[in-house]
């Protein structure tokens, strides 16, 4: 089912063709008509896409208290740990406001401060994601944000998921809508008769929900794509195979768009593994979706050694890596582009996606070469404080000039110039 393939035949398909040519097109069809028409159109594609006629966007309050009824005292257990361990890790992120005296009683400043409403998506289309709402929210809180929006797709009953409801109320979101994909991002960027506009949205999604984020970044801010999870694990022949097909395995289930790539320059680990995928992937649920994630963008790439492993790796740039070698630490400093390194055989991906504290919001598409995981500075904004002395104006005044006039930009020269004169230290 998975292709096993020598490292000089391996190719990503993102490098073959623009994989998402036609979900562009899309979306950008589908956030012109949200603009045009608001609400009628957020409505109109939640009836196409979601199966369902909403009057109301709102979750109706009665629900959340409902949801609780519906977990399990370990669901509540495990997601009230989970909180505390991302509060605390996000809590590490944030730094204070920075006042630098320079010379001559000058005074230069960072000052931070959290964006104001802030738009969150948390995923719902085949699956709940209630771990999602923990890693949007708790940085925003972490942050400052005071007007938090989250949004999330209904089921064809119009309901969100317990867990989701559940997850919400724990940490006291108050403004959240049921709808989601390209229409809820097109609304949040927008804003329609019922959804005031935010500055910024974050949060992961399928194909149109990261495409539509990308294309109403400008209007508002985005975090990065963080679009179909993918996974790319570098074993060598330590590894056990059934570990690494369970890990391939968890993000393949996704959707049929994520990736799952493993490197090794053991041919034996690469045929065991690809046997532990069609013996694993029999038994789970979500057993089509995985398949076809395995089928379409997966591979077994058997390469000469490790360091060609972890240069291949580089040029994917994956979402999640896993580093399944011995001495697995010595690798660390070597791998320049993933969104989070999980080291040895123990830091399985799940941890990171539920539990562990580190953000599961992640770039993916290979845009880790640039972006990072969604972290506290995404819900802040800096600002530059400049308090310049007259002692300092009097001494550096000239030289300013100076530089104003060679960009040819005299009227710069004069704001300067004008006090210098005042002064009586013009020439
Ligand atoms: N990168 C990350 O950090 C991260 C984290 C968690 C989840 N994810 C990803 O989130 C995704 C969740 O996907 P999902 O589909 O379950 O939920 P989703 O909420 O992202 O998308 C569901 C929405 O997609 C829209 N949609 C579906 N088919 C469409 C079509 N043909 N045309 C236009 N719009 C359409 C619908 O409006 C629907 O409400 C997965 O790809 C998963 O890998 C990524
Ligand atoms: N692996 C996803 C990020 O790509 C996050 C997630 C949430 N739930 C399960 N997994
Ligand atoms: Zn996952």
Redesign the pocket.
């Known amino acids: 089912m998975i292709r096993i393939v020598q490292s000089d035949e391996f190719t990503l398909k993102r490098e073959e063709q623009d994989l998402h040519a036609k979900?562009r097109e899309?979306?950008i069809d589908?956030i012109k008509q949200v603009r045009q028409h608001g609400d009628e159109a957020v409505r109109a594609?939640?009836r196409?896409?979601?199966g369902i006629d909403l009057h109301d966007f709102r979750v109706p309050f009665e629900q959340y208290e409902a949801a609780y009824q519906q977990v399990s005292p370990l669901f509540l257990e495990a997601l009230r740990d989970a909180i505390r361990n991302i509060r605390k890790y996000h809590e590490g992120q944030l730094r204070p406001s920075t006042l630098t005296p320079m010379a001559d009683g000058v005074l230069l400043g960072q000052l931070i401060r959290p964006l104001k409403r802030v738009g969150v998506?948390?995923?719902?289309?085949?699956?709940a994601?209630p771990?999602?709402v923990l890693?949007n929210v708790i940085p925003a809180q972490v942050a400052g944000v005071k007007e938090i929006v989250l949004v999330?797709?209904?089921d064809r009953e119009g309901n969100i998921s317990p867990g989701v409801l559940v997850a919400i109320h724990e940490l006291g979101v108050k403004e959240v809508y049921r709808?989601?994909?390209?229409?809820?991002i097109a609304a949040l960027a927008y804003g329609t008769e019922t959804i005031r506009a935010v500055d910024k949205i974050v949060?992961?999604?399928?194909?149109?929900?990261?495409l539509a984020k990308q294309a109403v970044f400008g209007k508002v801010g985005i975090e990065?794509?963080?679009?179909?999870?993918?996974i790319l694990v570098i074993a060598d022949d330590s590894a056990d195979p059934e570990y690494v097909a369970a890990d391939l395995l968890s993000?393949a289930e996704?959707?049929e768009?994520?990736q799952a790539i493993l490197l090794t320059p053991s041919r034996t680990l690469a045929e065991q593994v690809a046997a532990q995928i069609v013996h694993q992937v029999a038994k789970l649920p979500r057993r089509a979706i995985a398949e076809a994630a395995i089928r379409n963008m997966g591979a077994i790439v058997v390469t000469k050694d490790l360091q060609e492993a972890v240069a291949i790796a580089n040029r994917v740039a994956p979402?999640h890596l896993e580093l399944l070698v011995r001495d697995a630490e010595e690798y660390i400093s070597q791998i320049e582009n993933a969104?989070a390194i999980f080291v040895g055989a123990y830091s399985s991906e799940p941890v990171g996606?539920y539990f562990c504290g580190t953000?599961?919001?992640?770039?993916?598409e290979g845009t880790a070469r640039f972006s990072s995981?969604?972290n506290v500075d995404d819900f802040l904004k800096k600002q530059s404080l400049i308090r310049y002395s007259k002692e300092a104006l009097m001494k550096n005044g000239r030289k300013i000039i100076e530089m104003a006039q060679v960009e040819g930009l005299e009227a710069h020269a004069n704001a300067i110039r004008i006090r210098l004169e005042k002064e009586g230290k013009g020439e």
Do not use: W
Not at 121 to 127: E, S, W
Not at 179 to 184: E, K, S, V, W, Y
Not at 203 to 210: D, E, R
Not at 224 to 230: E, Q, T, V, W
């Open positions: 979900e899309i979306v589908m594609f939640t196409r896409f979601d998506y948390v995923p719902g289309g085949t699956a994601y771990s999602s890693m999330t797709p209904p709808i989601g994909g390209a229409q809820a949060g992961p999604g399928n194909i149109y929900v990261a990065s794509m963080a679009g179909p999870s993918d993000q996704h959707g768009l994520s979402e969104g996606d953000n599961h919001v992640l770039p993916t995981p969604l």
